[in-house]
């Protein structure tokens, strides 16, 4: 069965601490994964989508990372602001047992001052 | 460019009560999806349509959700009679095209119902 794990599932870190975010998919012949940020009150916003093993995408302090096993969200130096939960989703293949976008739980962070 | 639209913001009805909720996504994106996020979990799909048409509606509740797409553009969705565990969040998004061919989807900020 296909499955998107998100790991830790909380993490708190001190202003400029750095650390990664893990998601893994047992999805087979991947066609995207997708980062999001949620904020408390609303919805879902796209970050990036990674298509294949070794590609990177950056952004301000974040930067993501594909392998064929999983993604890592790595925040570098992060700031209060940073502070949301960060989801990711993997989209159906014609391989995979799944018909549908599967999201995981998301890991909920916190940065304090 | 406009984001995704979703109205009420929020409502609160008691069970066995109707509530509909309204989406109008980016203008051009053909997909349209309708997902249900409860507290700590992420979003669930719902339906999924591609222009007016269902793509996907397999873990939509039909004795009681229903979801139409006119015209291709707006869509609205309903429950009815409303259950307590329909508390959630009812969040909205389109894509350019399918997400199955990697396009992203982008989110309203949905509708936070609550029933009593």
């Known amino acids: 069965e296909d499955q998107v794990t998100q790991s830790p599932e909380a993490l708190r870190l001190q202003e400029g601490e750095s650390s990664s975010l893990n998601c893994s998919y047992t999805?087979?012949?991947?066609?995207?994964l997708f980062w999001y940020r949620q904020d408390p009150g609303k919805g879902p916003e796209f970050l990036f989508t990674?298509?294949?093993a070794g590609e990177e995408k950056e952004k301000e302090r974040l930067k993501a990372t594909l392998t064929k096993k999983e993604s890592f969200l790595h925040i570098t130096a992060p700031k209060p602001e940073d502070s949301a939960t960060y989801l990711c989703?993997?989209?159906?293949?014609?391989?995979?047992?799944?018909?549908?976008?599967?999201f995981g739980s998301g890991t909920r962070l916190s940065i304090r001052p | 460019e406009a984001g995704v639209a979703q109205s009420p913001r929020y409502k609160i009805i008691e069970k066995r009560q109707s509530v509909a909720f309204w989406c109008n996504p980016i203008?051009?994106?053909?997909?349209l999806y309708w997902y249900q996020q409860i507290l700590g979990q992420g979003p669930k799909l719902l339906i999924q349509?591609?222009?007016?048409?269902?793509?996907?509606d397999s873990q939509l509740p039909k004795d009681r959700f229903s979801a139409e797409r006119l015209k291709g553009v707006d869509s609205t969705l309903k429950i009815q009679p409303a259950k307590l565990e329909d508390s959630a969040v009812y969040l909205c998004?389109?894509?350019?095209?399918?997400?199955?061919?990697?396009?992203?989807?982008?989110f309203g900020d949905g509708t936070r119902l609550s029933i009593l």
């Open positions: 998004a389109s894509s350019l095209e399918d997400v199955r061919l990697g396009q992203p989807q982008h």
């Open positions: 999805v087979s012949g991947l066609r995207g």
């Open positions: 990674l298509y294949s």
């Open positions: 989703a993997v989209p159906p293949t014609p391989y995979s047992s799944a018909s549908k976008i599967i």
């Open positions: 203008s051009g994106h053909a997909t």
């Open positions: 349509f591609q222009n007016n048409g269902v793509v996907d």
